[in-house]
Every structure is written in structure tokens, then in C-alpha cells.
């Protein structure tokens, strides 16, 4: 039970990307985000940033903190989306398995320890995270998928997170 503890649970759970205190972040040392893009800054069909997301990655910028888009998807959908916002991507990550992690923390010039990793599925973004020692924290997903995949990944994430719940081990605050 320790163990799908330790590679299963977040850091930190919020509803959105924006309900991140990045200023906190940054104060606590943070360089580096290596965040997952579908479901996670956008919903899984939406092409473009939104205006909000913009504003994000701008906030980042400000304060000094290097993103890097790791996304299991491919070429065309991570590197329209990545260079639009003029940020480093890696794409068809392979998460939770694969270096991809390790290549982006390479790449910003970081210690894990200045790397935070955010994303919407427990089973690829959390289990990756952690595994690699990092800071993970975990949002709801923008949209619902309907792929059969993310659809067991869910199953299995609201019974850990149930897991969770029971043992006492969720901090965050719930809505
Ligand atoms: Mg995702």
C-alpha cells in the first residue's frame, strides 16, 4: 500500500492549471514545469491556446520558470500547439515510461528538485512524476475523452483516489 502511495499519489490536486499559486511555486525554489498538454491546458480537441492559457505561460515567464510540453501525442498536435506559445515540447513521450522526463529536465538546465510536473491522468503525468522523484501535481481534466484507454485509466484513478481518501492521505482541500 506504500508503494501505489508513493507512485500513485500527487503532490497536490486542483481543478484547473489556474488555480496554481505560481508565485508560491517560485518562491519555494521552483524553476522548471514539465507539464502535460490534452485535457491538462486545453481540452484534447482544442487546437489552439486559449487567451487564459496565454496569460498563464506569460505569468510563468515573468517569473522566471522554463515550461516544457510533454505529451504522450504526436508531432503535429504538440508542436503546433508548444510553438504557438514558443515553448519546448517533447511529444509521443511515452509516459509514465520513457526518458522524456529526464531529456526536459536536461534541456531547462534543472535539478528535479526545481522541476515540478503537472497533468490530468494519474496513471501516465502522476505515476511518470513520481517515479522520477518530482513534484507532481494533479488537475481535473478540461474535457471528458471518451477513448477506451483514458476510460480505464479513470476507473482506476476514483478507486485510488478513494484509496487515498480512506487512508487519510489526501491534504488538499476538496470541493
Ligand atoms: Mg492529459
New binding site residues.
Partial sequence: MGLIKKYFMPNAYVQSIHQIDLAHLSQSGVKGIIT?L???LVGWDEAEPTPEVREWFQQLQSLGITVTIVSNNNEQRVGSFSESLDVDYIFKAKKPMGKAFKKAIQRMGLQPSETVVI???MMTDVFGGNNRGLYTIMVVPVKQTDGWITKLNRMIERRLLNHFRRKGYIKWEES
Avoid: H
Wanted: hydrophobic share 0%; no cysteine; net charge negative.
Fill in positions: 502535460d490534452d485535457n491538462t497533468g490530468d491522468q
